[in-house]
């Protein structure tokens, strides 16, 4: 299982929102390049990034952070926030990303999201599913639809998407563990989807009852910047792999 940190960027700074509201912000360091390489040396390969200032203007916003990680680390990055066109996606693609990270298209907007995956190909993509009580919500956790997260699973499955992060947005920034149960119903009915865990994580043990139930990957935030998981672990973790 991969260990994904994940990167909250506004206005050039490392942040991290509670329960996704702009006004109960963290700063964690205007140095996310420093970060990014100090994670590297630890055996970190892989790291999500969340455009937060282009999620709200509709366009991606802090490639410049992009571009230096990628001209100076050889981190895999998932890039999301903003991507609203395919112009967008391709911003990203030539600032370095690996993948394109996007959320409420793949939702709202099937055809268009096809017409991206018909462009870049179905592995560029991992799609963030964000839940209440398994129920898609969408615009940043701000509109609730009336999709079950499997219904999208499997709208996704037929589109050859095998990427998708789940969130429990009751639990995102608690540390009060991830939503084991939803995840374990999620490996056992759709074994072809490479499930990344996101939200409540918050001990080393949690990351191991993730990895033995089958997640292909977890994202950790708030646990690892406010040292509930140091970054000593993760030298551990990728020896063992």
């Known amino acids: 299982m991969q260990i994904i940190p994940s990167f909250d960027l506004m206005d050039g700074r490392l942040v991290r929102l509670r329960q996704g509201d702009f006004e109960q912000k963290t700063e964690y360091t205007n140095d996310p390049l420093g970060l990014a390489k100090e994670l590297e040396a630890a055996g970190i390969r892989r790291l999500h990034i969340v455009d937060l200032d282009g999620a709200r203007e509709g366009r991606p916003v802090n490639l410049h952070?992009?571009?230096?990680i990628t001209a100076h680390t050889d981190l895999e990055i998932d890039y999301g926030g903003g991507l609203r066109s395919i112009p967008n996606l391709r911003?990203?693609?030539d600032a370095g990303a690996h993948m394109f990270s996007v959320g409420s298209v793949a939702v709202?907007?099937?055809d268009e999201?096809?017409?991206w995956i018909e462009r870049f190909g179905p592995d560029?993509?991992?799609?963030?599913?964000?839940v209440r009580?398994?129920?898609v919500a969408v615009h940043g956790w701000r509109e609730q639809t009336n999709l079950q997260l499997?219904?999208?699973?499997?709208r996704l499955q037929a589109l050859g998407v095998r990427h998708v992060s789940v969130t429990d947005i009751a639990r995102d920034g608690e540390l009060s563990g991830p939503a084991i149960e939803l995840y374990k119903d999620i490996v056992q009915h759709f074994p072809d989807i490479a499930l990344v865990a996101s939200g409540g994580i918050?001990?080393?043990a949690d990351l191991e009852t993730l990895r033995d139930i089958g997640c292909a990957g977890a994202l950790v935030g708030k646990a690892f910047f406010e040292g509930v998981i140091p970054i000593q672990y993760f030298r551990i973790h990728s020896k063992a792999e």
């Open 65 to 68: 952070i992009l571009e230096k």
């Open 91 to 93: 911003q990203v693609w």
């Open 108 to 110: 709202l907007a099937p």
């Open 113 to 115: 999201f096809s017409a």
């Open 124 to 130: 560029r993509f991992l799609v963030s599913a964000d």
């Open 133 to 135: 009580n398994r129920m």
């Open 150 to 154: 499997f219904d999208l699973l499997q």
């Open 202 to 204: 918050s001990s080393v």
